[in-house]
C-alpha cells in the first residue's frame, strides 16, 4: 500500500509542488499519474523513494514511514519499487542486462 497523508512539499525557488495531498493507492491497484507540466508528478515518485522529503505529512509504502526512514534503509524501500524514469538512469559503463539487473 502507498498513502499520502496531508503531504505538501516547496522548493527553495518557491514553487509548490504539492500541497496537503491526500492519497491512499491499495495492493493490487494499478494506477496512472498524469498532468500538465509542473503539475507535481516527478516530486510525487521522488517522495515515494526518497530522493525528497516533504515539509509537511507522512509517505507510506508497505510498511515504511518514508519520512522518517533511516538512510541506511533506503536501498531496501527501492528495492520494493519498480520505477521507469522518464531520463532512464542507465549506467553507461555496464551493458543493458547489467542495467537492468
Known sequence: MIEFKNVSKVYDNGSVALDDVCLTINDGEFVLVCGH??????????????????????????????????RSKIPKLRRKLGVVFQDFRLLPNKTVAENIA
Open 37 to 70: 507540466s509542473g503539475a507535481g508528478k516527478s516530486t510525487l515518485f521522488k517522495l515515494l523513494t526518497h530522493e525528497v522529503v516533504p515539509d509537511t505529512g507522512t509517505v507510506i509504502v508497505d510498511d515504511f514511514d518514508v519520512t522518517r526512514m533511516k
